[in-house]
């Protein structure tokens, strides 16, 4: 019969925990070493092996851990390294948290037994740090908006919508026919006909302060497709692997100067913002006067900060 022994991540866990514990314990016996880790002799002994070729960067004979177990009792030396028990740092407990709750977020509501074990061992890290648990990396979509959002999916009306523009930092009121929801980059957006800017627009759920339905036309305007585009011109002031992944170039030279359309004027404003000095917008003239506005009223926060 196959002996069985433990899972990687549970055997490094064991091995770190293993080398304190020893430390404090001098001359244990390997029978009870392994009643205490709850392991077999044969794992217990396995463990010790690997231990036995672990130390410092080097690992001369002068570097390496000083095991002795073949007696059945075992003891360690030049271990200093590793003789406190192991703890997570609060930066390394928080990203944990973080990380099961982005977890937790993708997990379907019927698996209660993997929901329960995250939410255990959230509260278990949380508890180290003394975090409250409120901290979440998941945004939240308000329950009226969400609902709101399903019924006139459902039944093809509109939407009155309050929505928080992050980018221009206001919040604005549309009317809206849902057409479908759509995930990016691990946010939900909502993909609409947006009577207000008479275009196709995509709203991030969490960032809709209410909505409330309304009855609009069925039908979206004959003028308004899906391929409607804006260009510009952008001029290449800095060529960087940045510059040309976000504006997908396959090559990047001084003063390059390009043609590039968006679906969304909106985006391309933000993409030379985000670009900072590498580029400068040629035209549209309407984009490079709003890119004006943006940078001094940041410029302004700043001076009044």
Excluded at 37 to 55: H, I
């Amino acid at each position: 019969m196959a002996k069985k022994f433990s899972a990687p991540l549970e055997r490094t866990a064991r091995l770190l925990d293993l080398v304190p514990y020893i430390n404090s314990h001098q001359g244990i016996s390997l029978r009870e070493l392994a009643n205490v880790f709850a392991v077999t002799q044969a794992q217990m002994t396995s463990d010790l092996t690997t231990l036995w070729m672990c130390g410092l960067p080097g690992y001369t004979p002068l570097e390496l851990m000083d095991l002795d177990f073949e007696s059945g009792f075992v003891t360690i030396h030049n271990a200093e390294t590793l003789s406190k028990p192991r703890a997570l740092a609060f930066d390394e407990a928080v990203a944990l948290i973080l990380g099961l709750d982005l977890l937790r977020s993708s997990i379907s509501a019927e698996r209660t037994d993997l929901l329960d074990g995250i939410d255990r061992l959230s509260q278990r890290l949380a508890t180290m740090i003394n975090l409250p648990l409120a901290l979440s990396a998941t945004s939240v979509v308000k329950q009226d908006v969400s609902m709101a959002v399903a019924e006139a999916l459902n039944s093809r009306m509109g939407l009155e919508i309050s929505y928080h523009s992050l980018y221009r930092d206001e919040i604005s009121t549309r009317v809206v026919l849902p057409i479908e929801i759509v995930v990016s980059d691990g946010q939900r957006y909502l993909s609409s006909y947006c009577y207000t800017a008479q275009d196709f627009r995509q709203f991030r759920l969490d960032r809709i302060q209410s909505a409330t339905i309304q009855s609009v036309l069925q039908e979206i305007p004959k003028n308004q497709h899906q391929d409607s585009s804006f260009t510009s011109t952008i001029r290449v002031l800095i060529p960087t692997r940045e510059i040309a992944e976000r504006f997908k170039l396959s090559e990047l030279i001084d003063d390059l100067e390009f043609n590039f359309q968006s679906f969304s004027l909106q985006w391309i404003e933000r993409s030379v913002m985000a670009s900072g000095n590498a580029v400068c917008l040629q035209s549209p003239p309407d984009a490079r006067k709003s890119i004006a506005v943006m940078a001094q009223t940041m410029l302004d926060r700043y001076k009044a900060g």
